[in-house]
């Protein structure tokens, strides 16, 4: 797998402000590396009314995406409704 979607979830009150910023921490960790030409295409999309947000990479090689899923999710580890989940980047 060459991709990974990053969700930032809530439960009718928003987005938590430190879920905020750990996928902003995320977010950032994924542009450098597309600066670095190991990201192919980054795309974040707004997934419901309360600010949820899927934000999906897509990589160069399944090495790269699989070292960058592992710090992705050793940032999110105990952060309340950011999950990072490998799949597909949706064509849309």
Do not use: W
């Not at 192919?40 to 899923?69: N, Y």
């Amino acid at each position: 797998m060459r991709s990974f979607s990053v969700y930032a979830l809530s439960k009718g009150t928003g987005v938590p402000e430190r879920t905020r910023q750990v996928l902003q921490q995320i977010r950032t960790l994924l542009e450098d590396a597309q600066r670095q030409g190991n990201v192919v295409q980054l795309k974040q999309t707004r997934i419901g009314l309360e600010g949820e947000t899927r934000l999906c990479a897509e990589f160069s090689s399944a090495t790269v995406a699989q070292e960058l899923f592992e710090q992705s999710r050793k940032l999110s580890a105990g952060i309340e409704l950011l999950n990072v989940v490998m799949e597909p980047c949706p064509d849309h």
